[in-house]
């Protein structure tokens, strides 16, 4: 019987073909019971990973994008923060904002159990417009990095 991970990375190779991408050519070096992809969409760097949860026998696809660095000046953090919470609460579709050490990130993530072709190719067509349309505005309206 096929694992839920082994199932799953047949679905994001899939995907990544029909992206017109090689996904062994994008195929990123993990351990045991993970697989990544590394993806460029637009200007969004994209990581596509499959991690099996063993206590709890399940598998989750996370796409996860860097948006920028947080500004240097301290004292526009709150600002920044209380932006990307308002983001998260509006809408942004099976996607939030978080943090990273220093890093703003866009994630999106779910359950492997159930997934199809069309749900990973929304999540990373989704997750990469997300971090490619914020990373200019929240660099303009707050002064962080580009990623």
């Not at 096929?2 to 996904?23: F, H, N």
């Not at 004292?75 to 942004?92: C, V």
């Not at 579709?93 to 990130?105: D, K, M, Q, S, T």
Request: charged share 25%; glycine share 8%; hydrophobic share 40%.
């Amino acid at each position: 019987m096929e694992s839920q991970l082994d199932s799953a990375k047949k679905l994001v190779e899939a995907t990544i073909r029909k992206l017109g991408l090689d996904p062994n050519a994008t195929k990123a070096p993990t351990s045991d019971g993970k697989a990544a992809w590394t993806l460029k969409r637009g200007s969004a760097s994209i990581l596509v990973a499959l991690n099996q949860h063993d206590d709890e026998k399940a598998c989750y696809l996370r796409v996860a994008s860097p948006v920028g660095g947080l500004p240097a000046d301290a004292g526009r953090h709150p600002a920044l923060f209380r932006r990307l919470l308002e983001l998260n609460a509006s809408g942004l579709a099976n996607a939030a904002f978080g943090l990273l050490g220093e890093r703003i990130v866009a994630v999106s993530e779910r359950p492997t159990l159930g997934l199809d072709e069309g749900e990973v190719e929304q999540m990373i067509r989704h997750l990469a417009a997300v971090a490619d349309t914020f990373d200019d505005r929240l660099e303009k309206e707050f002064g962080t990095t580009k990623p």
